[in-house]
């Protein structure tokens, strides 16, 4: 999420895609492929942001909720949802994670000078979860800090089960 | 990484000559007589040297050239193999390694080296036996020998040099040669890079009949050699010496003819590589990844013809699953590699441990046949030295207090392994003064581990030393005492899904169990549903499955447990653990699990029944979640999750105790 997603010019090339009605962008290098809905597997007694884990071609990849992130509703899979399989570097090793998407746009470019930095206050979500903001139009994209929401585990609070009899 | 570079491969033969240098040096240590010993070190010395050269290590070259001179000097029975000039070899053989892998080595250290090594050489020679001076004049008679070889035709396209063979011959005396061309054919019939060539070299020397032997070591598999004394100023020598070589070549004495073909030395055919071929680690990987995908593409195969009504596609599909399955057994075999590699590097780790600490240690290993995956192997290589040096370290007195203690001065570290079902065991045995119960606990209070007074189980306690921060060694030594190494040891043998288990008693040693599966790629698992979930336990963890009838089910609300004849056993309701929050099956049933001698129930809706399972690791984002090692991919494209069973038992194990402490 890196420099390497942008070219000289200074602009972004970047997938967009919608959570709830807000547009998202992830820089377009790191996505390995959109996908329609798969079967999930759920893991009990992982955090919610990352409860389940599905079959990429013969791969074991985690499933994670960027919705739970930015406090929005999970909603209910419509004929437009997605997953987004990107590869993230996780603890120093190149790992391939899906995210769910309600809805995904396309490719695109976003020019530097029409971004700034996520506002420290106003913003109704955490701020250190917000790489940038870009303008498009009346649009407002929100390019979101993988390694600060993935390092969190989107900001989940210990939602391991505890190992308690029953 | 590339495997044709041939810098790559030297350092990876070097590596193996320094190893069995390394193995004979230490067997030498205990048995100095053994000339087979002296034999081999003095082999690898000398490929080790030959090779270096050739692919321009000439420092290791030049140095090792000195080793094996000194060598030489033992292998002529002028010099005992002493103690100290193992020793020195050893330290020696530390800076050839160096140079092999092509670390910064001081020049001056290797002076050093050779200095002790010269210093070993010396002092051992005047305990020699005086006959043995060849190198003065006045030593034995001067022998003339009639010497007849010819190559094999292939011998060329295999890089052996004739030429260098006649140089060696050259430098043991006076030498005329003549070539035998009674093979050469026929122009037309000549293919220029066959050798027909044979030689015959009037050779008059000191030496002795092995030295001329020696000069074709490398080549005598394959060659035909002939040697003859023509006349000879002490018979009697060339006698013993004749026998002493009798293992080499098939000697008949008086006229020594010796012919050696086909029957190769299997040790000098070994040093070579035989006909094992060298493949990258990275490759057998692919090659797993790819079988474990074709296993599970072979499953689905048989799902689909199972539901078809095409009974050829059924046949094909069992004649897939049964291809798939030999496939899959022939490639778990590639991949394992008797666990003698691993243990051998500990016998220089007790020889520098025993030197260091002022102990006098034994190793014994056993079952070094077992076999495990190779990239476990690797993996347990550093666990199993801070254990074997914690055992040295910790475990064994010195021997004064051995002696005190009516115990012989020797202390004896035992490494063995085993395999007992999907499972190996390797045990760390010492028999030392066991582990002080009063002072881990002490120790573990004041590291804040455990609250004071806390009630532990023995096992629990002993759990503590691999606690991360837990040391008991009152002294830091080089060795061990940093407490880093033993809650690195676990976590290690947890990351091979292992456990690790250990007994002590005061005064008479400690045991360190490590059970470790056997492959960490593909296991056979039970699979089992529980609410939507499907899931698989390891089939080598299930001990049996029994139902839960409706009148245990309701007995056992309060208390979890079931009664197995006439045992109770714990049992965990895996709904309740997943919160499938869904109501049970009426028909549940118990999978009773076990690691050893602990056992749980696990308590699922239905058992779906076996399946070979590819382990497929889950990422960091699930590490925390202890419940699950694994996943793994079915056949109808869904993912299932493999269950931790270690961890299920301990938390079997732990419910109960709760269960019992509050009544």
Redesign the interface.
Known sequence: MTDTAQTETGALQVLTFDLQGETFALPALAVREVLDVL?E???????PF?DA???FR?????L?DLRLAFGLERGPVTIDSRIVVIEHT??G?P?L?GLRADKVHEVTTIERADTEDAPRVGLRWRADFIRCLAKRGADLIVVPDLDQI?AT?GGATGA??P?T?? | MSDADPVEIFRQEAQELLETIEQGLLDLAHRPGDRDLVDAVFRGLHTLKGSGAMFGFDALAAFTHHCETAFDRVRKGEVPASAELVSAVLNAQDHMRALAEGREASESAGQALLEALQRAVDGAAPQAAAPAAPATPAGPAMTTWKVRFSLPADALANGTRPLPLLDELRELGDCAVATITDNVPALAALNPTECHLGWEVILTTSHPRDAIEDVFIFVIDDMTLEIEALETGAPPEVEAEAEAGAEIVQASAPVLVAETRGEPSTEAKAGRGGDTVRVPAERLDELMDRVGELVIAQSRLTQVAAAATDTSLRDVAEEIERLAAELRDTMMVVRMVPIAQLFGRFRRLIHDLARDTGKTIELSTEGETTELDKTVIERLADPLVHLIRNAADHGLETPADRLAAGKPATGHVTLAARQAGAEVIITITDDGRGVDRARVRAKAEDNGLIAAGAVLSDNELLQLIFAPGFSTADAITSLSGRGVGMDVVKRTIEGLRGSIEMTSEPGKGSQIALRIPLTLAIIDGLMVRVGDGRYVIPLAAVEECVELTPQQDIRSTGRSLITLRDQLVPFIRLRDLFRTGQAPDPHQKVVVVSTGHERVGLVVDQILGDHQTVIKSLSPFHADVEVFSGATILGDGGVALILDVSHLVSAGQRQDAQLRAVG
């Open positions: 079967p597997t759920a893991v009990p007694g992982a955090a990352v884990v599905i079959n013969g791969r074991v990849i985690p994670t996780l603890n090793d790992t994670i993935f585990r391991v089960i190992f009899p029953s």
